[in-house]
């Protein structure tokens, strides 16, 4: 098999606050809460993360909060708040965004499903790793427009898919299953990549039109 065609991304659905206990406890009363709100059945919460994998080389995805990490842990590419900004100068209200070389990922055993693998050409596969320090450091737990879905670990996975070229909206789930942050990572990574593709267009249009004065003169 050609060696570009065994690039992929396993995607991952894992329970919040698995293998806990304060993070367990309070999303469950925050999902009947908004369960009630909403007029529906609570349902189980589950946080995504991805293996990339490429060029022969095995990479997680994931966004944890700063503080309460592995000491081997590695691979930090941005950091954003939790909270008001002036409250960044604290560990605990910071999360980070990693793509950790031969990473751990402490929930696995815990996974409400087997991964989706995701086939991945090696451009593609590079492309998604490289463009994650570009993720937007929303704050962790607001809304992201023009989603009302608030940005958190499922937003960054759900963004990384969309940027790389993956249509991350027929991603839905397991049944059973709520994954919050979904909407607003698609919103964000649509606005961006139509920025680029509107940037491009203007950079191709003046590009032209430098050649045609060039010729003029």
């Given at each position: 098999m050609d060696a570009e065609r065994t690039d992929r991304a396993d995607f991952w659905r894992l329970p919040v606050g698995a293998?806990?206990?304060?993070?367990?406890?309070?999303?469950?009363?925050?999902?009947?809460?908004?369960?009630?709100r909403d007029c529906r059945?609570?349902?189980?919460?589950?946080?995504?993360?991805?293996?990339v994998f490429t060029g022969g080389e095995r990479y997680v995805i994931?966004?944890?909060p700063q503080w309460g990490q592995p000491?081997?842990?590695?691979?930090?590419?941005?950091?954003?708040p939790v909270g008001p900004p002036p409250l960044g100068r604290f560990r605990m209200f910071r999360?980070?965004?990693r793509a950790w070389p031969n990473g751990v990922l402490p929930d696995r055993a815990y996974a409400v499903a087997a991964p989706t693998s995701i086939?991945?050409?090696r451009t593609q596969a590079q492309g998604l790793l490289d463009t994650l320090p570009d993720v937007p450091l929303h704050t962790w737990g607001r809304a992201v427009p023009p989603s009302t879905d608030m940005w958190n670990s499922n937003s960054l996975i759900a963004?990384?898919?969309r940027r790389a070229g993956v249509d991350a909206g027929t991603l839905a789930p397991p049944a059973g299953?709520?994954?919050p942050g979904w909407a607003a990572g698609l919103a964000a990574g649509t606005r961006q990549r139509r920025g680029c593709r509107e940037v491009a267009t203007r950079n191709l249009r003046r590009t032209a039109h430098a050649t045609d004065s060039a010729a003029r003169h």
């Amino acid at each position: 098999m050609d060696a570009e065609r065994t690039d992929r991304a396993d995607f991952w659905r894992l329970p919040v606050g698995a293998g806990g206990v304060i993070v367990a406890h309070t999303s469950r009363w925050w999902e009947l809460l908004s369960a009630r709100r909403d007029c529906r059945a609570p349902q189980q919460l589950v946080h995504a993360a991805l293996e990339v994998f490429t060029g022969g080389e095995r990479y997680v995805i994931e966004m944890t909060p700063q503080w309460g990490q592995p000491r081997t842990a590695s691979g930090v590419v941005a950091i954003g708040p939790v909270g008001p900004p002036p409250l960044g100068r604290f560990r605990m209200f910071r999360y980070v965004v990693r793509a950790w070389p031969n990473g751990v990922l402490p929930d696995r055993a815990y996974a409400v499903a087997a991964p989706t693998s995701i086939p991945l050409g090696r451009t593609q596969a590079q492309g998604l790793l490289d463009t994650l320090p570009d993720v937007p450091l929303h704050t962790w737990g607001r809304a992201v427009p023009p989603s009302t879905d608030m940005w958190n670990s499922n937003s960054l996975i759900a963004w990384a898919l969309r940027r790389a070229g993956v249509d991350a909206g027929t991603l839905a789930p397991p049944a059973g299953c709520r994954a919050p942050g979904w909407a607003a990572g698609l919103a964000a990574g649509t606005r961006q990549r139509r920025g680029c593709r509107e940037v491009a267009t203007r950079n191709l249009r003046r590009t032209a039109h430098a050649t045609d004065s060039a010729a003029r003169h």
